[in-house]
């Protein structure tokens, strides 16, 4: 509840019975608030909505990371494998302090692999309070910090955030204007601008890249997307991932509509042919 004295919302004690997610691998959770207890939570940030979290290694990021999604994007990305986290609806709300607390146990893990935390989604920059909070608590653990975004919702990231972060994974969805609108059903240039926002801060991105056949695998799409990639000098990696049907039947558990179905995964060839366009503009391509 919030205290009336500072309008801070107050975290349970270790006691409080609130329900624990298994999403969330026992990380317990703010349902106990009211309405405007919560809100004023999401907008402190002190409360965020989170999908679930895991530890992977060399996935999103160097070394083992505590990847944590959170719940609600603008983009509507007809490949999404994870198409239960578009909506903010459909994440739960956990206090920010009780996930920098999980965080903490993990210090140990990241000095030893070389590793951190990676804020994702959904979108983490809709929810940039919450996303200032974990990554500045994270910093003050001497915790690498990367986050994993679109770019389209750019400019919620503040200089303060950035200043927190060590990494972007900046997942670009094609380098066509009409593609991107199809692919995504949002526009190409806010991700641009936040791409040469990065460089002008120089923070590391790595450009992701999914080829999906009959959609973005173009040569020509993918060249725009490898020439972009080479003229950020903060550009130390590419990943081309081959589009996979893994998410479909989450599409069909939420009830939303799947446009490719028929859609089949890239060839091993048709994936190296794509990397082979990125390293000829000078980029370490995976």
Known sequence: MADTTTGVVAAPAAATPARVSTM????????HLDRSDLLAGQRSGQVGSVHSWELVTAVDGPGTRMTTFLAGCPLRCLYCHNPDTMSAARGVPVFADDLLARIRRYRGVF????GGITLSGGEVLQQPAFARRILRGAKEMGI?????TSGFLGRNADDAML???DLVLLDVKSGDEDTYKAVTGRTLAPTLEFGRRLAERGIETWIRFVL???LTDGDANVGRVA???ASLPQVTRVEV?????MGRDKWTELGMDYALTATQAP????VERARDIFRAHGLTTY
Do not use: N
């Open 111 to 114: 000095r030893a692999t070389g």
């Open 241 to 245: 991932l081959p589009f996979h049907q």
């Open 227 to 229: 020439a972009y990639a």
């Open 212 to 214: 999906v056949p009959g």
């Open 267 to 270: 060839s091993a060839a048709d």
């Open 163 to 165: 200043d927190d972060v």
């Open 144 to 148: 690498h910090t990367a986050i994993d």
């Open 24 to 31: 969330l691998g026992g990380l317990a959770t703010a349902e």
